[in-house]
Each structure stands twice: as C-alpha cells, then as structure tokens.
C-alpha cells in the first residue's frame, strides 16, 4: 500500500492502518488533522449569491472610468453594512426587552436566543424551570446545524462572578428540545449563550458564540 | 477550462475571465476570509475587494505562473485589512466571551484551508455530495444511500474514488511517510 493509498483510506474511513505499511506517528496526526478540517464548515461555505453579479457590475463601471468603478464599489459595501448595523440595533433593542422580562421575571421564565453572525438562522427558546436540585433548562433550538464530528456545542451562563457552562450538546439527531441543567441563578448569571467548541481536550470557551441573548 | 486558459481569459481582463475565475476560486476565497473574520457578511466584503484587487492587477499576473497561490495572496491581504480595521472600527463585533480569542489564524492554517476547498471544489458534484454528507453531516453510507435515494453501492464507489482525488491532491500537507 502506497502512502496515497493509506492516506485515502484514512480519509474515508478515520481508521489508521497497522502493520509495516502503517506511517508513522507524525505523519498519521497530519492525516488526523486533516480529515478534520474536512468537517469544517468553512470549508463548505458558499459566498452570498449576487456577488459575482455586483463585482462584474463594479468592473463594468470602472472600464467606463475608474473613479466611478471605484465608488461604486465602495457603495455596494457601505450598503451591506448599513443593512448589517440595522439587524445588529434590532437585535440590541430585542435584548433590552428580554433582559428586562428576565430580571423582573417570575423564578419559572422564557429567554429567548437569536443567532450570531456565526448562525445568522438559528434561535432558540430557554424554559427555565427552578428545582430543588437547580434550575433546570429546557433549550428549543431550531435552525442551527449539527455540529460535525470533531465538534459540539456548549450552553453557558454569564454573569459579573464568571462564566459557567451548563451543557454540551450535538443535534446530530436533528433540531430539537435540549435539557440543560444549571446550579447558578438567572439573576446572578442573566447571559446565556451557546458556543460551538472543537474536540481539542481544552475546557475554556472558544468564544464562537452561536447563540446569545445578549447583543 | 483548465488552469492556464484561466488564467489567460482573467489576464484580458474580461467580463468572461473574471466569471470563470470566480466560479474556479470564490469559494475558497470565501473559506479563507470566513476562517480569518469569522463573519460571512464580511467575508463577502474580502471576496469582492479580492476580485476586484486581482482584476486591477491582472496585469502583474505572468504568464506561466500559477493563478491559485497569486490569487491566494491578495486574498489573504484583503480579509487580513478587513479584519484589521473591524479590531479597530466602531463597528460591534461578534459577542465576546471571556475567552475569545482574538489572533487570526496562522498564515498555514489559511493556506491549508485553502488548498483543502480548492480540492473539495475540483471533485465532481456527485463526489462532492457524498464527500459533505459523510464529513460535514457525520452520515454513515446507509444513510447517505437513503438520502440520495441511490444504491449504497454507488455511494462507496462515490466515496471510495472521491477519497482517492482528495488524498492525490492534499497528500502534500498531511506528509504521510508509509
């Protein structure tokens, strides 16, 4: 078996060869590495469509002169972003009234998550319900992916003590109800978010923040 | 069209060139600027600046000399800039946690990136469909099979050739020495 061969094989189906032909122990974390980064989900991003019709359109203008091409696409931009500040002010003024129900809430509230621009779909509902044991936390989660192999989500909750997490989920399963549990109050932590975590052994947050119900 | 007559239509500096490049790299641009800015809507900003940067210096493009790594170059520099002035804009950025980590990634993590969607965007449409199921959605055959509602058969075939393209490309970084 070639080194191409093994390397195929590893990448189909993640299990390193043994015997004399199997490489060694740098080469096999390379080939770990990556079939890893083959579930990367940049990796599968496509770019927005109409972008291609915008940048053609900028080239367009600049052959009939340049300043204008130039201003143009500076334009293009400008727009986008205006139209991002204006979702990002939305989500700001949705927050304020959450938080308001949440700190003047009953013991037993509904929080409501809005997608990051690292999940720009996905939302979700946290039920919070207090037990003897803790506060028990029922997330409803819907358009956000599965979190490919290598990687899960985490829930966490947030307050001026520290940051404290309160679950690891897939949705390999499709979306659906997750149950969380938590030892820490609303009122002491009222910051719930979700992050997308690699499987590297590291217990701190990556800061990709998934979910959040904070601007 | 292959590699030098892309690069030869993009060097005329045609509406045709820029669309068969485009179609060739955006998505990889479009890779490396999300791995950089963590952010599709400016990760769509970098792949405009990007094609438009190498439209206005396709001129510096030699003939002979491979397109992908020029392309590579400019943009890099374009999300790197983007990324720069979101660090020190007034513009928001994406919620921080305590441990958000702030350094973008290393100039072989981008490239890696890169050459790894360049490779997952030369295989065939049906190569890649089986490729996404079984590592992006983590599916076994069987499921893949009933999803695309074809012969489990025909997905290993997919697959098995699929991983072979991918291993003959990508050898180079993963440095297996059987």
């Given amino acids: 078996m070639t080194s191409q061969e093994w390397l195929a094989d590893y990448l189909e189906q993640g299990r390193p060869g043994e015997g004399p032909d199997a490489p060694d122990l740098a080469s096999a974390d390379s080939a770990r590495r990556l079939r890893g980064l083959l579930a990367d989900p940049d990796g599968w991003a496509e770019p927005p469509v109409g972008l291609l019709a915008q940048i053609t359109a900028t080239i367009d203008s600049e052959r009939a002169g340049p300043a204008a091409g130039r201003d143009d696409s500076r334009r293009q931009i400008r727009m986008r972003r205006t139209v991002r500040a204006g979702a990002v002010a939305l989500l700001a003024a949705a927050a304020v009234v959450i938080s308001l129900v949440v700190t003047r809430g009953p013991a037993t509230s509904d929080v409501v998550l809005a997608g990051t621009r690292l999940a720009p779909g996905a939302s979700a509902t946290a039920q919070l319900h207090t037990t003897p044991s803790g506060l028990a936390i029922e997330l409803d989660v819907s358009g956000l992916p599965p979190s490919p192999p290598g990687s899960y989500y985490q829930a966490w909750m947030k307050g001026p003590r520290g940051l404290v997490t309160i679950g690891t989920f897939h949705l390999r399963g499709g979306p659906g109800t997750v149950e969380l549990w938590s030892a820490v109050s609303l009122a002491d932590y009222p910051a719930i978010t979700v992050t997308r975590e690699p499987e590297d052994g590291n217990p701190a947050s990556s800061g990709q923040v998934v979910l959040t119900n904070r601007p | ?178």
């Fill in chain 2, 1 to 178: 069209m292959d590699e030098d007559g892309l690069a030869d239509a993009f060097r005329t500096g045609s509406a045709e060139g820029v669309r068969a490049v485009y179609e060739r790299y955006s998505g990889a641009v479009f890779t490396i600027a999300l791995r950089v800015l963590g952010d599709r809507e400016l990760a769509a900003d970098a792949v405009q600046v990007t094609f438009l940067n190498a439209w206005r210096a396709c001129g510096s493009l030699e003939p002979g000399r491979p397109m992908a790594p020029w392309l590579f170059t400019i943009a890099r520099r374009a999300a790197i800039d983007l990324y720069r002035r979101r660090a020190h804009g007034p513009e928001p950025v994406e919620p921080r946690d305590d441990a958000t980590i702030t350094l973008p990634p290393s100039m072989e993590c981008i490239w890696e990136a890169w050459q790894i969607r360049i490779a997952l965007d030369m295989l065939t449409a049906e190569e890649r469909e089986v490729v996404r199921a079984q590592h992006f959605a983590g599916l076994t055959h069987a499921q893949i099979a009933q999803q695309l509602a074809v012969p489990i058969g025909t997905v290993k075939s997919r697959s098995h050739r699929a991983h072979r393209r991918l291993a003959s490309m990508l050898g180079h970084l993963a440095e297996v020495a059987a």
